[in-house]
């Protein structure tokens, strides 16, 4: 089962949780996401958003600390 197979409900947020690489582009190059309202509710949980900068996905990252 792929990466692309996998059906993800749209209010659920995408999370890299192993590979820091897109899954859909397989780039390496984040930048820091546009904050959106439920953001803060999922800093609590330590998850920071990011966008691949290939292909424009959101996804979130993982992280103790802010860093791209």
């Not at 749209?10 to 930048?31: D, E, I, M, T």
Request: aromatic share 20%; proline share 7%; hydrophobic share 45%.
């Amino acid at each position: 089962m792929t990466a692309a197979s996998i059906i993800w409900p749209n209010w659920l947020p995408r999370v890299l949780l192993l590979r820091r690489a897109c899954p859909c582009c397989n780039s390496r190059q984040f930048k820091q996401g546009e904050l959106r309202p439920l953001d803060g509710l999922y800093a609590m949980f330590f998850l920071h958003p990011i966008r691949c900068m290939f292909c424009w996905r959101r996804y979130y990252w993982f992280a103790l600390r802010y860093e791209i």
